[in-house]
């Protein structure tokens, strides 16, 4: 059973920095290309960062600079550190695997940038 966790979301204040884990199983997560996608309240889900199966990444205009994807094969798991966060990065985070998702969808981690 293919299964995605993610973790790591809170509340933070402007300009904090969170780092957003997502744990895969019942997959070889090593040979798909991995993505974190957001949904912020009444918008789409759209996708913020990518990274290939050989580690190449990849992000949306709005995060390049502050955002950094990573993978660590061995654990399945997909990492987002994110740095200099802004209230507009507010939304559930997910990951899934890469730009055409097709693996289920996990329960995401909210992240929230407020003061």
């Known amino acids: 059973q293919v299964q995605l966790v993610e973790s790591g979301g809170g509340l933070v204040q402007p300009g904090g920095s969170l780092r957003l884990s997502c744990a895969g199983s019942?997959?070889?997560?090593?040979?798909?290309?991995m993505a974190w996608y957001r949904q912020a309240p009444g918008k789409r889900r759209e996708l913020v960062a990518v990274?290939?199966?050989?580690?190449?990444?990849s992000y949306k205009d709005s995060v390049q600079g502050r955002f950094i994807i990573s993978r660590d094969n061995a654990a399945n798991t997909v990492y987002l550190q994110m740095d200099s966060l802004k209230p507009e990065d507010t939304a559930v985070y997910y990951c899934?695997?890469?730009?055409?998702?097709?693996?289920?969808w996990g329960q995401g981690t909210q992240v929230t940038v407020s003061s």
């Open positions: 899934n695997n890469g730009v055409r998702p097709s693996l289920p």
């Open positions: 990274i290939t199966s050989g580690g190449s990444p």
């Open positions: 019942g997959i070889i997560f090593s040979i798909y290309a």
